[in-house]
Protein backbone atom coordinates (compact mmCIF):
# COMPACT_ATOMS: atom_id res chain seq x y z
CA UNK A 1 0.00 0.00 0.00
CA UNK A 2 1.53 3.34 -0.90
CA UNK A 3 1.65 6.00 1.64
CA UNK A 4 -0.09 8.90 -0.82
CA UNK A 5 0.05 12.28 1.21
CA UNK A 6 -1.25 15.57 -0.21
CA UNK A 7 -0.31 18.89 0.25
CA UNK A 8 -1.37 22.61 -0.59
CA UNK A 9 -0.81 25.97 0.59
CA UNK A 10 -3.33 28.46 -0.12
CA UNK A 11 -3.36 32.05 1.60
CA UNK A 12 -5.96 31.87 3.73
CA UNK A 13 -6.58 36.00 2.78
CA UNK A 14 -6.78 37.95 -0.09
CA UNK A 15 -8.64 41.01 -1.70
CA UNK A 16 -10.85 40.85 -4.26
CA UNK A 17 -9.59 40.24 -7.72
CA UNK A 18 -5.70 39.63 -6.32
CA UNK A 19 -3.42 37.39 -8.07
CA UNK A 20 -2.40 34.68 -5.56
CA UNK A 21 -0.23 31.54 -5.99
CA UNK A 22 -1.37 27.98 -4.66
CA UNK A 23 1.28 25.19 -4.08
CA UNK A 24 0.46 21.44 -3.68
CA UNK A 25 2.70 18.68 -3.59
CA UNK A 26 1.71 14.88 -3.58
CA UNK A 27 4.05 12.30 -2.02
CA UNK A 28 3.83 9.47 -4.64
CA UNK A 29 6.39 7.26 -6.02
CA UNK A 30 5.05 7.56 -9.48
CA UNK A 31 6.40 4.75 -10.98
CA UNK A 32 6.67 5.13 -14.92
CA UNK A 33 6.35 1.71 -15.99
CA UNK A 34 9.78 1.57 -18.12
CA UNK A 35 11.42 -0.41 -14.87
CA UNK A 36 11.92 -3.80 -13.70
CA UNK A 37 11.71 -5.79 -10.60
CA UNK A 38 14.89 -7.78 -9.51
CA UNK A 39 13.97 -10.85 -10.82
CA UNK A 40 13.52 -8.97 -14.52
CA UNK A 41 10.10 -8.41 -14.44
CA UNK A 42 8.49 -5.29 -15.70
CA UNK A 43 6.96 -3.53 -13.23
CA UNK A 44 3.80 -1.95 -13.76
CA UNK A 45 3.04 1.76 -14.13
CA UNK A 46 1.42 3.54 -11.46
CA UNK A 47 1.45 7.62 -11.53
CA UNK A 48 -0.76 10.39 -10.56
CA UNK A 49 -2.70 10.68 -14.31
CA UNK A 50 -4.22 13.77 -13.58
CA UNK A 51 -4.53 16.85 -10.94
CA UNK A 52 -7.73 19.45 -10.99
CA UNK A 53 -8.34 22.32 -8.69
CA UNK A 54 -12.21 23.68 -8.57
CA UNK A 55 -13.10 27.04 -6.11
CA UNK A 56 -16.53 26.49 -5.19
CA UNK A 57 -17.34 24.21 -8.11
CA UNK A 58 -15.90 26.49 -11.08
CA UNK A 59 -12.73 24.96 -12.56
CA UNK A 60 -9.40 26.72 -12.18
CA UNK A 61 -6.78 24.73 -13.54
CA UNK A 62 -7.31 20.42 -14.86
CA UNK A 63 -3.93 18.90 -15.97
CA UNK A 64 -3.08 15.61 -17.15
CA UNK A 65 0.08 14.04 -16.34
CA UNK A 66 2.43 11.66 -17.98
CA UNK A 67 5.00 9.02 -16.95
CA UNK A 68 8.27 11.22 -17.22
CA UNK A 69 7.20 13.60 -14.98
CA UNK A 70 9.03 12.87 -11.05
CA UNK A 71 7.98 11.34 -8.05
CA UNK A 72 6.12 13.55 -5.59
CA UNK A 73 4.53 15.90 -8.02
CA UNK A 74 4.66 19.46 -7.36
CA UNK A 75 2.22 21.60 -8.94
CA UNK A 76 2.36 25.01 -8.35
CA UNK A 77 -0.27 27.91 -10.14
CA UNK A 78 -1.59 31.08 -9.70
CA UNK A 79 -5.48 31.96 -9.54
CA UNK A 80 -7.78 34.89 -8.46
CA UNK A 81 -10.98 35.36 -6.72
CA UNK A 82 -13.83 37.97 -6.12
CA UNK A 83 -15.39 36.04 -3.19
CA UNK A 84 -14.48 33.67 -0.18
CA UNK A 85 -14.63 29.97 -0.68
CA UNK A 86 -13.16 27.00 -0.83
CA UNK A 87 -10.81 24.88 -3.31
CA UNK A 88 -11.08 21.52 -3.86
CA UNK A 89 -8.12 20.00 -4.94
CA UNK A 90 -8.05 16.20 -6.91
CA UNK A 91 -5.31 13.82 -8.01
CA UNK A 92 -6.14 10.79 -9.37
CA UNK A 93 -3.95 7.83 -9.67
CA UNK A 94 -3.73 5.19 -12.41
CA UNK A 95 -5.09 2.36 -10.12
CA UNK A 96 -8.19 4.38 -9.45
CA UNK A 97 -7.36 6.00 -6.14
CA UNK A 98 -8.59 9.58 -5.62
CA UNK A 99 -6.92 12.00 -3.07
CA UNK A 100 -8.31 15.46 -2.16
CA UNK A 101 -7.92 18.09 -0.50
CA UNK A 102 -9.58 21.37 -0.07
CA UNK A 103 -8.67 24.55 1.59
CA UNK A 104 -10.54 27.95 2.05
CA UNK A 105 -9.52 31.36 1.53
CA UNK A 106 -11.54 34.77 2.93
CA UNK A 107 -11.95 37.58 0.12
CA UNK A 108 -11.93 41.02 1.89
Known amino acids: MK ?13 AGEVFTIKTLISHPMISGQGKDK ?6 RDIIN ?23 PYIE ?7 SGTFKFTWKDDDGSTYTDEKSIKVG
Open 77 to 83: FTAKVDK
Open 39 to 44: DGKPIP
Open 3 to 15: DVKPRVKVPSEAK
Open 50 to 72: HFSCDFEGQNVIAIELDPAISAN
